[in-house]
């Protein structure tokens, strides 16, 4: 009871501190102009050519600001739901990215938000399960009197929900998660926990009240995975002094509005106000296609990141592209706002058109910074303090054919020779007005010339500069005010 009520105390003080800090939250709001500017590229680590394995290992690097130095992990394993959670390599720089030296794994446990109360929580990545033991119950037994409520006994999986398909021979079944049996059916993330005062991290399970978790099972050459529910997104606490998370649905998800399947992807919004003991369903952002404004050709609200505007709203920023579903490595990414703290939100406008796993950062300067790619690389600056104007694109890498960078000659690239990157960007804050990038370039040079898959970082600066008419966000069109933006 004492420590609920300490926790309870913890809490309202640390909305208080926010509150009054967001008072003095540095504005953008009297200049309409931002300048980009990039540093030079960095090397963090080369790893093997990409003729070796071009997707996968030396990818999706996550980066983070411990204070005195930088960490960055870098993902050395096949892109599969079965390795998500092997060991990625991890390096660290004490000098603001401009060197780097290989550091031991454990520093992930210290990598978490740190939180009010002094302990810090991090989120592991974790491989999917191998289900290959269970019996599954085919969907022709699915009769009239055939009962979705009921729970699966254990070693069984029920009829799926719904089912969608991958190119290559991928077949996805997609359950209500309280219909799987009591060994599948948790709703939890596993957490690392350092508690504050401590220096050894300790693992724990945050409890997630997540309506309508579905989860999928991956089927492919006669073996059966269940994937994974960690959250991809990046934890930040909101100025209401709770936790925050996006994550995303399976591929194929239960419309929690009514209940039916839907093939696409679903982004989340998720809060804690205890500390992320646990964590309770904020927002939903379902994709609705209607083959026009919400393209069929896509795999709907997938990867997705989030931040609070210095004038007290949210954006919301999503990727719509997924290749297993459409064969295309390139769709939309699109943008909403809230004002009311994540209560509602606008219907998701087209912001460009294209953007793999959007990241936001907030600098100092009160200026937001937003990171997308494939093809090429961007970097875009909040023009005023609600989000609604945004700069013109900062190329970083351009969206042309760089196979010919490569080792060996290519007559006809695939799109990933085509491009020479896995376009998964990342950005971290490390002074006022800087951030650093955090990309993959699988044509970079080693000492002797070789082109090996790098991870790299360079620094975006922001100059803010004077009132302009030049205030037009990447697409060369004005986002409409948010009292013209329409709620549902």
């Not at 208080?16 to 590229?41: F, N, Q, R, Y």
């Not at 600056?381 to 760089?402: E, F, H, I, Q, Y």
Request: proline share 8%; aromatic share 12%; glycine share 8%.
């Amino acid at each position: 009871m004492k420590i609920k009520i300490l926790q309870t105390i913890l809490t309202l003080l640390s909305i208080l501190l926010t509150s009054c800090t967001s008072m003095h939250t540095p504005s953008i709001s009297d200049a309409k102009g931002v300048k980009l500017t990039m540093g030079e590229e960095r090397v963090i680590v080369r790893g093997i050519r990409p003729e070796e394995q071009l997707w996968g290992a030396y990818q999706f690097p996550r980066p983070y600001n411990l204070g005195d130095r930088l960490v960055v992990g870098v993902h050395v394993a096949d892109d599969d739901i079965k390795s998500f959670g092997k060991t990625n390599r991890w390096f660290e720089s004490k000098d603001k990215g401009k060197t780097w030296e290989e550091i031991d794994p454990s520093v992930a446990s210290q990598c978490g938000l740190k939180l009010q109360n002094g302990d810090r929580i991090y989120f592991p990545m974790e491989s999917g399960i191998n289900v290959d033991n269970y019996k599954m119950t085919p969907p022709q037994f699915y009769t009239p009197d055939y009962d979705f409520t009921a729970q699966a006994e254990e070693g069984t999986l029920p009829i799926p929900d719904g089912m969608t398909f991958w190119m290559y021979g991928t077949t996805i079944r997609a359950y209500n998660a309280d219909r799987l049996p009591p060994s599948l059916a948790k709703k939890e993330w596993l957490a690392m926990r350092i508690p504050a005062g401590e220096k050894e991290p300790v693992k724990e399970y945050a409890k997630v009240d997540w309506p309508y978790l579905t989860r999928v099972i991956h089927t492919q050459g006669g073996h059966s995975t269940l994937k994974p529910i960690f959250p991809r997104g990046n934890l930040k606490l909101g100025p209401d002094g709770a936790i925050w998370i996006s994550a995303f649905s399976g591929e194929g998800h239960i419309n929690p509005k009514n209940g039916q399947y839907s093939p696409y992807y679903s982004a989340e919004l998720f809060r804690s106000e205890d500390f992320g003991k646990t964590f309770k369903l904020h927002a939903h952002m379902e994709y609705e296609a209607d083959g026009n404004y919400y393209p069929y050709l896509s795999g709907g609200f997938s990867d997705s990141d989030f931040e609070f505007m210095p004038d007290g709203s949210m954006v919301w920023f999503f990727r719509s592209n997924w290749y297993g579903n459409t064969g295309h490595e390139w769709s939309p990414i699109y943008m909403s706002r809230s004002t009311d703290m994540g209560k509602t939100w606008s219907k998701p406008e087209n912001f460009a058109d294209l953007g793999t796993l959007p990241r936001l950062c907030k600098l100092e300067c009160g200026v937001v910074l937003l990171c997308y790619a494939r093809p090429g690389m961007y970097v875009q600056a909040s023009l005023n303090d609600s989000g609604t104007k945004w700069s013109k694109p900062l190329v970083v890498m351009p969206p042309s054919d760089r196979s010919k960078l490569a080792n060996v000659k290519i007559d006809k690239p695939n799109f990933h020779q085509w491009v020479g990157a896995c376009n998964n960007p990342e950005l971290v804050p490390i002074d006022k007005n800087t951030a650093l990038l955090f990309y993959s370039d699988f044509y970079y040079p080693d000492e002797s010339g070789v082109k090996r898959k790098t991870i790299l970082c360079r620094e975006i600066k922001v100059e803010i500069t004077p009132k302009s008419d030049s205030d037009w966000n990447g697409k060369g069109y004005r986002l409409p005010p948010p009292e013209k933006i329409k709620q549902f």
